[in-house]
């Protein structure tokens, strides 16, 4: 392809990659609201990391925004299967940003906390030093470096963090499950994050890709994470609160009682200033999201229930 021009923030096809899964869904949804053109590919639908298919998809669709939402997300399976994870969080970005610097599209890549140590003391602003201490974490951090380094001007990573939805299988839906089964529920109180709804942080993609084509965005890191932070064992009553149930049902414990293969980040908050430089406000209070997004979340839970979907 010859290199092109992007289009207006209001013109122009949006390829959304990884589009089957939870944020994908949102953001496919919060893009016809406002009004875009959009495709959706699933991973069946495309392989980010076979360069020809990309190419093929970019032909077929030329699209001016590309979100990645596409990713190896099993945290625990990368440690043993690191190569693989790197497949599709490090060189299907770079194969998606080689194919955007060559069309003139814009790319927004979906990142993650992980590529931060997780012993921070105050909220890890944009520009914060990155530490992985998983395989999860190097993976999503080698694809951050192959869309900035790759595209310098139209790349930009967007971290995100403890994500739920009505999409799919997520932190929120399980804790609703498990009130209805168990007495009472012992959960981490020594990591900290901000739980994201992706319905704000669809919304928040879409705003940035219009500025991105506006040329009002910054190209670069922004922090896609709710306001303010709370414990895993703080979330969990908030969200039996919301089911009507006894928060006192819910016991802080430590992570020890949970080893895994691999290390979660005991501090997840992540800094917000960067979404100034683009004109756009960062995503509200974690609470007052949940509290907007329960309905949706409880429902989809409670159908998946009845059909055994």
Same mark, same amino acid.
Not at 100 to 106: D, I, P, Q, T
Not at 277 to 283: C, D, M, N
């Given at each position: 392809?010859?290199?092109?021009?992007?289009a207006?923030?209001t013109?122009g096809?949006?390829?959304?990659?990884?589009?089957?899964?939870m944020?994908?869904?949102?953001?496919?949804?919060?893009l016809a609201?406002?009004g875009?053109?959009a495709?959706?590919?699933d991973r069946?639908?495309?392989?980010?990391?076979?360069?020809?298919?990309?190419r093929?998809a970019?032909?077929a669709?030329?699209?001016a925004?590309?979100?990645?939402?596409?990713? $190896? +997300?099993?945290?625990?399976d990368a440690?043993?299967k690191e190569?693989? !994870?790197l @497949?599709v969080? %490090? &060189?299907? *970005?770079r194969?998606?940003?080689?194919e955007?610097?060559?069309?003139?599209?814009?790319l927004l890549?979906?990142?993650t906390?992980?590529?931060f140590?997780?012993?921070?003391?105050?909220?890890?602003?944009e520009d914060a030093?990155?530490?992985?201490?998983?395989?999860y974490?190097r993976t999503?951090?080698?694809?951050?470096?192959?869309?900035?380094d790759t595209?310098?001007?139209?790349?930009?990573?967007?971290r995100?963090?403890?994500?739920y939805?009505?999409g799919?299988?997520?932190?929120?839906?399980t804790m609703i499950k498990?009130?209805?089964?168990?007495?009472?529920?012992?959960?981490?109180d020594?990591?900290r994050?901000q739980?994201? $709804? +992706?319905?704000?942080?669809?919304?928040r993609?879409?705003?940035?890709? !219009?500025a @991105?084509?506006? %040329? &009002?965005? *910054?190209?670069?890191?922004?922090?896609g994470?709710?306001?303010?932070g709370?414990?895993?064992?703080?979330?969990t009553?908030?969200?039996f609160?919301?089911?009507?149930?006894?928060p006192?049902?819910?016991?802080p414990?430590?992570?020890?009682a949970f080893v895994?293969?691999a290390?979660r980040p005991a501090?997840?908050?992540?800094?917000h200033d960067?979404?100034k430089?683009?004109?756009?406000?960062?995503?509200r209070d974690?609470?007052?999201?949940?509290?907007?997004?329960?309905p949706?979340v409880?429902?989809?839970e409670r159908?998946?229930g009845?059909t055994?979907r």
């Open positions: 392809m010859s290199t092109g021009t992007p207006s923030g013109a096809t949006w390829l959304v990659t990884g589009a089957g899964g944020l994908g869904q949102d953001l496919l949804a919060r609201a406002a875009r053109t495709v959706g590919l069946a639908a495309l392989d980010i990391t076979d360069p020809a298919a990309v093929a970019f032909t669709h030329a699209p925004v590309v979100v990645n939402c596409a990713a $190896w +997300t099993a945290v625990d440690e043993a190569d693989d !994870a @497949a969080n %490090g &060189t299907g *970005p194969v998606l940003a080689e955007c610097r060559a069309s003139g599209a814009v890549q979906v990142s906390d992980y590529v140590a997780g012993d921070a003391e105050s909220p890890y602003p030093p990155t530490a992985p201490r998983s395989a974490g999503k951090l080698a694809g951050e470096r192959a869309v900035l595209l310098p001007e139209r790349g930009y990573v967007v995100t963090a403890w994500l939805g009505a799919g299988p997520n932190f929120v839906r498990l009130e209805g089964v168990k007495e009472t529920l012992d959960v981490v020594d990591q994050g739980p994201t $709804w +992706t319905g704000d942080l669809a919304d993609l879409v705003r940035l890709g !219009a @991105a084509l506006d %040329g &009002t965005a *910054p190209a670069g890191v922004y922090h994470t709710s306001g303010g709370t414990s895993w064992f703080g979330f009553q908030e969200i609160r919301l089911l009507g149930a006894d006192a049902r819910v016991r414990t430590t992570s020890e895994r293969p290390p501090y997840s908050i992540l800094g960067r979404w430089s683009a004109g756009i406000e960062p995503i974690w609470s007052e999201a949940l509290a907007e997004a329960f949706s409880l429902k989809a159908q998946t009845v055994g």
